[in-house]
């Protein structure tokens, strides 16, 4: 694997309530281009808190992140660029219940500059790609919660980042469709080179991973 760095935070902290409640406390990782690093921690820990401030989402209280060696923050006012760079699987979906499949996961693409006829080529391929072609005009409303995570994927690669935020995403789904989402990350991960950022509260085999750690009152264990 190559281990160049594409992320890094440097002794970053995220505290609520005037500090009383530390979600990430002083943590510091390094997450290599191409792997699947896997955060594992219990519930409350600070996982999707750490993941949010990794993926620039959210500002850490002290402590840097680095995206390629420069700061997140400034790279993140860019327009356009955490579209084109990242993507992310929320623990709760997000997804838009009122739109079908296919404009779900046309949506990052508004943010880009490309013709509604390749955003219309791109979003199919990658509904394709995650097993819902027969779905793409169905509202999401209808479908299955693994159908569900599926569009949420679909909607994470579909502007071709480099790294991908996961937040428990197989937390809400039975083990064979928990298994087949697994098993997309690492398909893209080995042939778009994407690197994948997952959080988890349970182990996952050590097949859907490269490296993992263990997060424990907002520091690394
Ligand atoms: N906006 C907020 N305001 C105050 N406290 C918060 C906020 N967001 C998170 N916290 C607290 O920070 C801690 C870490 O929360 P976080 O959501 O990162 O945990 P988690 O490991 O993702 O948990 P889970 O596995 O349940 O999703 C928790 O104690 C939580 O209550
Ligand atoms: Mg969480």
């Keep these: 694997m190559n281990k160049s760095i594409l992320l890094e935070a440097k002794n970053i902290s995220k505290f609520y309530k005037d500090g009383q409640v530390k979600a990430v406390n002083n943590l510091s990782l390094q997450v290599y281009s191409g792997e699947i690093l896997a955060i ?19 500002s850490p209280t002290n402590g840097t992140v680095f995206f390629n060696g420069k700061s997140i923050h400034a790279v993140c006012r860019q327009r356009g ?16 219940q009122n739109l079908n499949v296919l404009e779900n996961v046309m949506l990052p693409l508004m943010e ?14 990658i509904i394709n790609d995650v097993g ?8 999401v409303k209808v479908l299955s ?32 469709n928990a298994e087949n989402i697994l098993q997309l990350l690492r398909r893209v991960n080995r042939q778009h080179n994407v690197t994948v950022v997952m959080v988890t509260h349970e182990n996952i085999s050590t097949e859907y991973h ?3 750690m263990q997060v424990l009152d907002g520091k690394i264990a």
């Design 40 to 58: 594992r921690g219990p519930s409350g820990s600070g996982k999707s808190t750490l993941l949010h401030l990794l993926g620039g989402l959210d």
């Design 132 to 139: 819902l072609t027969d779905r793409v005009k169905a509202s």
């Design 112 to 125: 880009i500059p490309l013709s509604r006829k390749e955003s219309l080529l791109r979003a199919r391929e």
């Design 145 to 176: 919660m693994g159908q569900r995570q599926r569009v949420a994927v679909a909607r994470a690669l579909v502007a071709g980042p480099s790294v991908i935020f996961a937040d428990e995403p197989t937390g809400s789904l039975d083990s064979r």
């Design 81 to 96: 660029f955490r579209v084109k760079n990242m993507g992310f699987i929320f623990q709760a979906f997000y997804l838009w």
């Design 210 to 212: 490269d490296r993992q």
